[in-house]
């Protein structure tokens, strides 16, 4: 499968390595980038990612399929990687704008693929991934290491992480208790107070608060 989930800790400052990747990533990913900071979905579930996934109202994005890259064949979406990989994240608004004016920009094409999300009845489907490749297709493994490799050098920091290394999450903030413990996987980070969405949100956004926005200011 695709991805592997790390539970890798980084220190509070590697928040500032994050910030510079969003700001170094490309026109066409870097909503995506943003997107992953804020929610840490796994590569899978980024790639697979529907326009219909997003509540954008509710701020909050529902995983119920990742795309998979198998190493022969044609990529295709499947079930998610665990049963608790079914889940619902709360958005921070930087996110929720940040896709607003990707689609703005990047309408999601319509992409014929093979939809394996019940094992037992494989079919090809029209999916219209928020996150294709320039060419209107999946994102290959091979592609997108290469996306990331150039967006670290572009960032000029010294990070050496791969993508699931850098999913982990910088401090952990805004604990009902008011304690303040190492970093935790985002994934992990956003279970922890299922009926307290706004509380993650902040936590993240005391993080991610300063990330330049991707929507313009509109004129009256």
């Given at each position: 499968m695709w991805t592997r989930t790390r539970s890798v800790q980084l220190r509070a400052s590697s928040s500032a390595a994050v910030r510079a990747l969003i700001d170094a990533a490309s026109a066409w990913y870097r909503a995506l980038f943003l997107l992953a900071a804020s929610s840490g979905l796994r590569q899978g579930e980024l790639f697979g990612l529907e326009v219909d996934g997003v509540d954008f109202l509710r701020r909050e994005v529902t995983v119920r399929q990742q795309l998979i890259d198998p190493e022969e064949g044609e990529p295709y979406l499947g079930e998610p990687k665990t049963h608790e990989s079914y889940r619902t994240v709360p958005l921070t608004k930087a996110a929720v704008d940040a896709l607003a004016a990707h689609l703005e920009r990047f309408p999601a094409p319509a992409v014929k693929i093979e939809d394996r999300t019940d094992?037992?009845?494989?079919?090809?489907?029209?999916?219209?991934?928020?996150?294709?490749?320039?060419?209107?297709?999946?994102?290959?493994?091979?592609?997108?290491s290469h996306v990331w490799k150039r967006t670290r050098q572009r960032a000029n920091k010294a990070l050496t992480a791969t993508y699931e290394q850098a999913r982990a999450a910088w401090v952990r903030r805004g604990k009902p208790d008011g304690s303040a413990k190492p970093s935790i996987t985002l994934d992990t980070y956003t279970h922890l107070w299922p009926d307290e969405e706004d509380t993650t949100r902040a936590a993240i956004e005391a993080v991610l608060g300063d990330v330049r926005p991707l929507c313009p200011a509109r004129s009256a």
């Open positions: 094992p037992r009845r494989p079919r090809q489907r029209t999916a219209r991934l928020i996150f294709p490749n320039q060419y209107s297709v999946p994102v290959r493994r091979g592609s997108w």
